[in-house]
């Protein structure tokens, strides 16, 4: 009979925590749809003053090693101070689930986009990999395969997957610097991801005041990007349309298509490189 009674005042404690707890993430919901998204403006400027301490961090860091080390030394390792100063600030802040202090001046909070709720400890860690981590290691795999000695390998020459990477790298840059321009015309057109990684893992920013004005919008800037992206996409066909017409003879009829393609833009790509004679 004891063991039934203890058993019976466990269930209805825990039933008690559950209903507080379920009645506490829905007071979250009710009080997160109070608040509107945050605006273009209150994100840009959120992002700006980020990236203000971010700087202001790495300049101390780099007048440290300058003073105990040597210039040299600072220069050498200039970007990876630049990961850690990032790494720091976004650890201190964004990875202990608290607001930035570029977030908090604008007094903007970081949300998921489905459930509206605050972020949890893996969409964190996994917008740590995207934001901070992903371009650092990217920039050095591009140049890597950029070096003359790496290319120029005979052990690396005859692996066709290291081959199709080499010839990828001139076109990697353009690329991203491609993506980067159609992502800030959607946002502003949209107002909803201003960083890319923010996008992939769908965090958006709720403004945590409530507001009677209308926020400014920045829509026509997203036109003038779509435009100026619609007019270099057809420049860069054209120009790739010709360097494929004048580059049929200099083909190996033997290979196949992709071998092919490869050889056209390292072709392409060679051209434009080249200093142009003044």
Known sequence: MQVQQV????SQ???????????EKTGTIHMNLLFPFASQADIIRSYQKDNYYINHLYKLFDDLIKSFVSQQ??????????????LLYFVLNTLRG????????????????????????????????????????FLRLLNKLSRPRYMLAPEKQSNIFVRILQ???PMAKPTKEYFEKLHLGIFYLFGNYYEFSKRIVGIQYLLNRKINLERPR???????????????TFSFLKQITKSRNSSNSLLPPDDNELYNNII????????NSRPKKE
Do not use: M
């Open 264 to 271: 056209i833009t390292n072709h392409y790509l060679d051209e």
């Open 218 to 232: 920045y829509q026509i800037l997203g036109i003038l990007i779509f435009i100026q992206l619609i007019f270099s």
């Open 167 to 169: 010839s990828l790298v």
């Open 98 to 137: 608290i607001q930035t202090l570029g977030e908090e001046y604008c007094d903007i909070i970081q949300i998921q986009t489905t459930s509206r709720l605050p972020l949890s400890i893996a969409k964190r860690f996994l917008l740590l990999i995207i934001q901070v981590l992903s371009p650092y290691f």
């Open 7 to 10: 058993a019976t005042e466990f």
């Open 73 to 86: 030394y600072a220069n050498k390792k200039q970007k990876q101070v630049k990961l850690f100063s990032n």
């Open 13 to 23: 404690i825990n039933n008690v925590n559950s209903n507080s707890n379920e009645r």
